[in-house]
């Protein structure tokens, strides 16, 4: 009933830039907090960045000051804009948002794989 789809990744050079998306859709009611989480291989999934329903945001300290995160609540959509982005970035991100349909529960998009490489 609920999708996230997210769009965006791939492969940059370090230093460069992409931007992620994750749209939802289905039967909402709500969206409380969106968050893009990463999972490199061989890592635990992180949390990287959250956004409240309100516009307040939190990151990891691994990407302060060259990740921002943003939403559009009338897109039902979350961004992602990734600057001075290093080879450490590289990884599976996930959108991941609170959603209430008939109860609120935790939903995840499929992921999308950033490569950082020269």
């Known amino acids: 009933q609920v999708q996230l789809v997210e769009s965006g990744g791939g492969l940059v050079q370090p230093g460069g830039s992409l931007r992620l998306s994750c749209a939802a859709s289905?039967?909402?009611?709500?969206?409380?907090?969106m968050n893009w989480y990463r999972q490199a291989i061989g890592k635990q999934r992180e949390l990287v960045a959250r956004?409240?329903?309100?516009?307040?945001?939190n990151y990891a300290d691994s990407v302060k000051g060259r990740f921002t995160i943003s939403r559009d609540n009338a897109k039902n959509t979350v961004y992602l804009h990734m600057n001075s982005l290093k080879p450490e970035d590289t990884a599976v991100y996930y959108c991941?948002?609170?959603?209430?349909?008939?109860?609120?529960?935790?939903?995840w998009g499929q992921g999308t794989q950033v490569t950082v490489s020269s």
């Open positions: 991941n948002a609170n959603i209430m349909v008939d109860t609120t529960r935790s939903y």
């Open positions: 289905g039967s909402i009611l709500r969206i409380n907090a």
């Open positions: 956004i409240t329903s309100g516009g307040s945001t």
